[in-house]
């Protein structure tokens, strides 16, 4: 697999290109948006990730569905918080 830094563009130095059918996205596209997604990318990574979906419709798509993804698993995870919270308010109260 080819893989390099994009030259053209000077944010784009700080993500690793490779050419996938379609053209050239970053390497590791699902895992990026998904870290892009939760916040945890650093910011010069973050904008360059920004700078290139905007402008690809394949990395796009990615990026909207892993935030549809996080967002189901948040609300998923914050339901389960509070069902725990629920029974042990329900176990304290019996005890
Ligand atoms: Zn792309």
Known sequence: MQQFFLRQGGLRRNLLFVREKGGYHPKNAEQL????????????????????????????E????????V???????????????GVERVETAVD
């Open 62 to 69: 990615i990026v909207e569905n892993t935030a549809l993804y």
């Open 33 to 60: 948006a998904e870290a892009y997604c939760m916040g945890a990318l650093a910011l010069p990574e973050e904008i360059a990730f920004e700078d290139h979906y905007i402008a690809c419709a394949r990395c796009a």
């Open 71 to 85: 967002g189901a698993m948040q609300v998923a995870a914050r339901r389960l918080r509070e069902f725990v919270r």
